[in-house]
Structures are given as structure tokens and as C-alpha cells.
């Protein structure tokens, strides 16, 4: 199965590829596409691309803001009118990172840290992604 990426003010983006394409590949995940996003308007055209083609984006930076840039506040608005079915919080050392399902739809929000992004999908959420998506 095929996923995106993008890469939302992200600064280790390479680090992030390769711990990404480390934890995805034992779940027969691959990057199919991957891009980058520098403001709200862009991350959504960006998102609403990668869901056309894939069921499954991983969005890796922009959690570390708290004002109108932070990933999670651009996504909590676009998520009040989809309703998405499942929304979970990703707790790892030193931070966070978020689920959201909607339907066959699945949305990581992922910090920009190569470990933290390790730690999240070594976690609870590769069983998740097995038992659920694919």
C-alpha cells in the first residue's frame, strides 16, 4: 500500500524520509509522493492531492507552533466539519502526534524529529495500522 508525505515547515526532512521509510516498510507502506507545505492554504491543496491517490498521509512538522501556523490548529478546523471517526493523540518523550481516521481516510500528524517519529510508529500505532487499514 502507497502513502504521502508532506512536509509542513519541516527543517530534517531527509531524517524524517528515513525513519519514515524504516518503520512504514515492516507494514508494506511505501512513500509513494512526497511534498512540502509552507502555510495553510498549501498544506490543504496538498492534503486534499494525497488523499486522490492514497488512503494513508503522514503530515511531519508545524506541531511546535501555538498560533495560526501550528499543524494542529489548521487540521482541527478542517476536522470540525469532516468528522472524522476516530482522532487520537500520539503520545512520545518530549511530545505528541495525532491520528485521525475518517472512513478508509487515515491522517498522521507527526512531529519533526526522526526519533520521536520512531517511537511513535513502533508503537501501539503500527498495530493499529495493521489490524485497521490494511
Known amino acids: 500500500m502507497d502513502c504521502s508525505v508532506i ?15 524504516r518503520c512504514l516498510s ?9 511534498c512540502f507545505a509552507n502555510g495553510a492554504q498549501q ?3 496538498r492534503l486534499i492531492e494525497a488523499f486522490r491517490t ?17 499543524v494542529t490548529r489548521i487540521i482541527s478546523n478542517a476536522a470540525a466539519s469532516s468528522r472524522p ?3 487520537r493523540k500520539l503520545p512520545c ?8 481516521r ?8 507527526l512531529p519533526d524529529d526522526p526519533g520521536r517519529i520512531e517511537e511513535i ?8 495500522i495493521r489490524n485497521t487499514i490494511i
Do not use: W
Not at 518530549?94 to 491520528?99: I, K, N, S, V
Not at 475518517?102 to 500528524?109: D, M, N, P, V
Not at 510508529?121 to 493499529?128: E, V
Open 102 to 109: 475518517a472512513g478508509s481516510q487515515l491522517l498522521l500528524l
Open 54 to 70: 492514497n488512503g494513508i498521509c503522514a503530515v511531519v512538522g508545524g506541531m511546535e507552533f501555538t498560533d495560526e501556523r501550528a
Open 7 to 21: 512536509y509542513y515547515a519541516a527543517r530534517k526532512t531527509s531524517f524524517c524520509e528515513k525513519a519514515l521509510n
Open 26 to 34: 515492516p507494514l508494506h507502506l511505501r512513500i509513494s509522493s512526497a
Open 93 to 100: 518523550t518530549g511530545g505528541c502526534g495525532y491520528l485521525l
Open 121 to 128: 510508529l513502533r508503537g501501539d500505532l503500527s498495530d493499529y
Open 43 to 45: 498544506l490543504g491543496e
Open 85 to 87: 471517526e476516530t482522532v
